[in-house]
Each structure stands twice: as structure tokens, then as C-alpha cells.
């Protein structure tokens, strides 16, 4: 089988400092994890990585510790040890996520994808070592292959998922950019330093038979870890005391050679990045805090940060600062962020329902005065049709997990056997992979790509989903291949594509759909038949270009356009493409 994995660099093995005594390092060990203990009595303790999802609150950034069943401490105290430490967006420029992250690792109890994830890599070699009758020979060739392959790997993939999902996880919350100099990525590999006895006897034994003992990666035997880098190497001497510090406050102390880590929050530098949604996601679940309590609960620091970012929020009214019980000032978030409210402000509710498609024009301005998508909430659903143009090449997506993963079992299992059958003739090819936003490279993807590059780090990519010629339906995010063939709802068992639409709208608890498809295409005919009402769709509006001559290139022009202009927020009644095309609305639901 091909060795995958990079090997071990020496320089990352070195012979001076001398490895660390056992007293020494049973005493960090015993520090390590009290500041792990005090992480889940803050945080509300471990979750199971089987029963989590995405419609948990989950930092954007942040560093995963693994707990496996059965692995308990034995040197350094009681309790469950860690077996593998984990981060993600180590690039300059990535929008991976936490949850993203995650979602690669748990997979679904059908399948997964190993290639995506070198944890569920180790633990599948593991498997098969266990259970010879489960070995392929492909396990971990290459970063794609085609579905044949796949489909040879779905069995070991399920048993793989179905060891992951029995494990704890518990996350740190750093918050800064992304980048191979990341705070996070100090956190990663010296926890993983610690906790490896790759280099020493170990502390902390695994128990005797521990899966990752029948791995064939001696980092993963020697090291006790499911981890294949850092095993090796040296802990830094400032580690602990920053990791406590990050802990307690979420405020690190200088970290010796790293440089500082600010980005921009509502114009203002500030140390860490994504702090305005952190701060938006802890209201959502727990109203009326004040900036002490928020900056614990939403793990910003310093408080100042808070106060400023809150300020800054009120100014753009998406919160109010008032005196709450106690006589001190409480946040309050406004109706645009709070759960079950729509993104596109009171848009959809006003515009007429009548079974033909309405002019926006008509649209009140008082009551609906721009159709808005600058702050789209994890409610809105966004859906697209795909292009007939492909961009070449291959991208690695480590935005995790697919569109099969958000699906129940028997459904998912449904759409792949529907996309096997049409990938014939579709001339599919997925010796090369790409996210879709970026694979589809039409007149439509191309005059959006900026705006949908700088919605990156919000939900908004993360909830946009494309009607595909070859595989009927896959998130933005999704990596696909390359393919020759248009939407035709008739290559698809009937009511499939609908119900995988409803179910996923369901699954992620979707209120608000905005479809900008052109009216006379199969995308809108699939669309009319989804039973919104009964997927928990409170307003699903369609919007399509006005008919025109060269439609092939105006139209999606026209939604390209659109879609940019709604999500700078600027979206109007009296809206007008380049090429002059008006849009037309129509309430489905």
C-alpha cells in the first residue's frame, strides 16, 4: 500500500534538549489536563462526536482534543486520556471551520471519506489489520478516486465512522487567522508533543488492546496517539502557561517567535478574528448579558473587545445595549439575529403570491424596501442552478463533510445509487476534485466569485446549495469532479431531488429560501414541486431574469449580478442587470 503519510522529519526528533524526566513530564501531564478539565466545566463538558452536527454552536476556529472509549490515564491521574489533538485553516487564506473540521472526521454512518481525513485514514488501516476480510487495496491511494473505488470503500468507511462516532470531543475556542503561524497551531502540535511517548516510556499507556496498536504507522503505535505529526518533537517551554491562559480568558500571552494576531472586526483591529460572530452566537443563546458574562460565554478577550464589538453592533442595529434586572447594561440582539428570523428583512412575506411571477418592481418599497443577504442568518438557504462551463484542475476543500453527510442514511444511499446511474452518460470524472463554487466557472460563477470569495468565513457559502446535471444536488462546498451535462429532472427517480431538498432544509432547520434560477429551465420546474410548507420553509421565494434575446449569456449574467447585489445588501425593486434584464419574484411558500 502506498505510504501516504509524510515520514518523520529528524530535525523534528532532535538529540538536545535531552527528552524530559518523568517527573517533569508527569507534572505537565498532570497540568495539561487540569486546564483540560477546567475547558469542559466551562464549556459545558464533552460531546459526542456521533450525535454532534452543525446546527450546534461551534467557534468558527479552534483546536479539538480526542477521547476514546476504553482509554483512560494512568500516570498522570484519573480520567479519560487524549487521543488525538487536532486544528485546521493552518493556510494562509482557508475557510475551513471548526465544525467543518469535524464533520470531515465523523463522516456518516454510511460512508466517509478517508481521503479528506488522515485520522479516519489510521483508524481504517487499523480496521483492516483487525479485520483482514475488510482490507482494499486502494485504502488511502491518492487524494480522489472515481465511484467504482468508492463504492469498494464504503464498508470499511462505515466501520471507520462507526468507532468515530463513539468518541468525546472537546474544543478550545482560539479565534485567530488562519495561517501556518496560527495560535492554533502552536496549541496542536505542543499538546501533541506532551501527550506522545513516541520519544519516551509513556505516562499514560494505552490500554492493551487500544485499536490503534493494530495500525501499521509505528507513529501512531510508538506515540499512543492517532496523531502522525508532532509526535516527535519538543515542548515548548511557554506551552501550559499559555494554553491556562487561553483557557481562563481566552487571552494568550506572548508566544515566544509567533507573531501577534489581529484582524478586523467592523473596521477596528482587534486580537482575534471572528469575534463579532462569536459574540452573535452566544446571544443567540443567552439573551441579555452583560460585557463581563459575554466575553466569558462567547470566550472574547480582552473585555474592552467586547464593549467595542457590541458598540459596533448597535451602531449597525443587529443589537441593543440596555439596563437589564441588576442595573447593569445588557447586550440584546435585534430581531435580524435572533433564532427563526430571516436574513432577507420582511422581504418575501410582502410580495404578492399569485401563480405567476411578479416584477420586483412591484414590490412596496415601504414594506420591503431591499432584499438583503449581507448578514444572512443560518435559517437562509440559498439555491443555484450549476453551469455548463467546468474549471479544470484540483482543489483541496477542507471545509468538511458533504451534502450525503447532512442526509439520512437510506436517503443518502438513495441520491448516490441516482448519481451512479446518470454518471455514465454525464462522462463523469473524478480523478481530479474541486469545490463546486469553484469548479462551476459559467458566466454566472464567474461574475459572483468575488462576492462568494469574501463570504468565506460566514454561513452564507456554507448554506448555498446547486442543482447539478451529475449529481442532482450538492452543496457549494462540495468537491466534484468534472462532467458534460445539463439538469434534466427526468434523469432523476421521481420526487428525489425534492425530498432531499426538504430533508436537508428540515435537518438544518431552515425558515427562509431564496432560489435564483432562470423561469423557463428545468431548475425552476424541480423547484415548484419541493413541499416547502412540510420541510418547515416559511418563505421560499423564486426569482428569475426576465426573457431576452441571447438569454444563454444574459440571464445568468443577470443572477450573477443579482446575487452580488444582495449580498452587499443593495438589492431593489428598481434593479436592473448590465445588460438591462429587471427580475421577476415568486412566492412558493
Not at 426576465?546 to 434593479?575: N, Y
Request: hydrophobic share 40%; charged share 20%.
Amino acid at each position: 500500500m502506498p505510504e501516504l503519510l509524510p515520514p518523520l522529519d529528524p530535525r523534528a526528533v532532535p538529540q538536545s534538549p535531552s527528552p524530559p524526566s518523568p517527573v517533569d513530564l508527569k507534572s505537565d501531564l498532570i497540568r495539561f489536563y487540569r486546564s483540560l478539565d477546567r475547558l469542559a466545566e466551562k464549556d459545558g463538558g464533552t460531546r459526542e462526536l456521533g450525535s454532534a452536527d452543525g446546527r450546534m454552536i461551534w467557534p468558527r476556529h479552534g483546536v479539538y482534543f480526542f477521547f476514546e472509549p476504553g482509554e483512560s490515564r494512568s500516570g498522570s491521574g484519573s480520567g479519560h486520556r487524549v487521543v488525538r489533538v487536532g486544528t485546521h485553516a493552518l493556510k494562509v487564506g482557508s475557510g475551513s471551520t471548526l465544525w467543518g473540521r469535524l464533520a470531515q472526521h465523523r463522516g456518516a454512518i454510511s460512508g466517509g471519506n478517508h481521503r479528506g481525513s488522515v485520522f479516519r485514514q489510521l483508524v481504517g488501516l487499523a480496521i483492516a489489520n483487525r479485520h483482514p476480510e475488510l482490507h482494499v487495496s486502494t485504502w488511502g491511494s491518492g487524494t480522489s478516486a472515481p465511484p467504482q473505488v468508492t463504492e469498494q470503500e464504503r464498508e470499511l468507511e462505515a466501520r471507520v465512522s462507526a468507532v468515530l462516532a463513539k468518541m468525546q470531543v472537546l474544543w478550545l475556542a482560539v479565534g485567530d487567522e488562519p495561517g501556518p503561524q496560527s495560535l492554533r497551531g502552536f496549541i496542536e502540535r505542543n499538546s501533541i508533543a506532551l501527550l506522545s511517548s513516541y520519544r519516551h516510556p509513556a505516562i499514560d499507556p494505552a490500554s492493551p488492546d487500544w485499536l490503534g496498536y493494530r495500525c501499521p504507522r509505528e507513529r501512531v503505535t510508538k506515540s499512543g496517539l492517532w496523531n502522525s505529526n508532532h509526535v516527535g518533537e519538543v515542548v515548548d517551554p511557554t506551552f501550559l502557561d499559555v494554553l491556562e491562559q487561553l483557557v481562563e480568558s481566552g487571552a494568550p500571552l506572548p508566544v515566544s517567535g509567533e507573531a501577534k494576531h489581529q484582524t478586523t472586526v467592523d473596521g477596528r483591529r482587534v486580537r482575534t478574528g471572528g469575534n463579532a460572530d462569536l459574540i452573535i452566537a452566544a446571544l443567540q443563546r443567552w439573551s441579555d448579558l452583560d460585557d463581563d458574562e459575554l466575553a466569558q460565554r462567547a470566550g472574547v478577550s480582552p473585555r474592552q473587545q467586547v464593549n467595542i464589538v457590541c458598540r459596533r453592533l448597535e451602531q449597525r442595529g443587529l443589537l441593543k445595549r440596555l439596563i437589564g434586572s441588576r442595573g447593569k447594561i445588557v447586550n440584546r440582539l435585534t430581531g435580524i439575529h435572533q433564532p427563526g428570523t430571516s436574513a432577507i428583512p420582511s422581504g418575501p412575506p410582502s410580495l404578492p403570491t399569485k401563480s405567476a411571477p411578479v416584477a420586483v418592481k412591484a414590490i412596496s418599497t415601504r414594506a420591503n424596501p431591499a432584499i438583503s443577504l449581507a448578514s444572512a442568518s443560518p435559517d437562509t438557504l440559498i439555491i443555484l442552478p450549476c453551469s455548463g462551463r467546468k474549471a479544470d484542475g484540483s482543489e483541496s476543500s477542507d471545509d468538511g463533510g458533504t451534502l450525503l453527510a447532512e442526509l439520512p442514511d437510506i436517503l443518502a444511499s438513495r441520491l448516490s445509487a441516482a448519481r451512479r446511474a446518470v454518471a455514465g452518460i454525464a462522462h463523469l470524472d473524478e480523478s481530479t476534485l474541486m469545490p463546486a463554487w469553484h469548479r462551476y466557472n459559467g458566466t454566472l460563477y464567474q461574475t459572483a466569485r468575488l462576492a462568494l470569495e469574501l463570504s468565506r468565513d460566514t454561513c452564507l457559502l456554507q448554506h448555498i446549495l446547486i442543482l447539478s446535471g451529475a449529481y442532482g444536488i450538492v452543496r457549494a462546498v462540495d468537491p466534484i469532479g468534472t462532467y458534460d451535462l445539463a439538469m434534466e429532472e427526468n434523469r432523476w427517480p421521481p420526487g428525489l431531488l425534492q425530498e432531499v431538498i426538504e430533508t436537508y432544509a428540515r435537518r438544518l432547520n431552515i425558515h427562509h429560501v431564496l432560489a435564483v434560477v432562470s423561469e423557463t429551465t428545468g431548475y425552476a420546474r424541480i423547484l415548484r414541486k419541493v413541499a416547502w410548507r412540510r420541510a418547515g420553509v416559511s418563505d421560499a421565494l423564486l426569482l428569475t431574469p426576465e426573457a431576452s434575446t441571447g438569454a444563454m449569456v444574459k440571464a445568468p449574467r443577470a443572477i450573477g449580478e443579482a446575487l452580488v447585489t444582495m449580498m452587499a445588501g443593495g438589492f431593489d425593486p428598481s434593479w436592473r442587470s448590465s445588460d438591462g434584464l429587471q427580475m421577476f419574484a415568486q412566492q412558493l411558500a
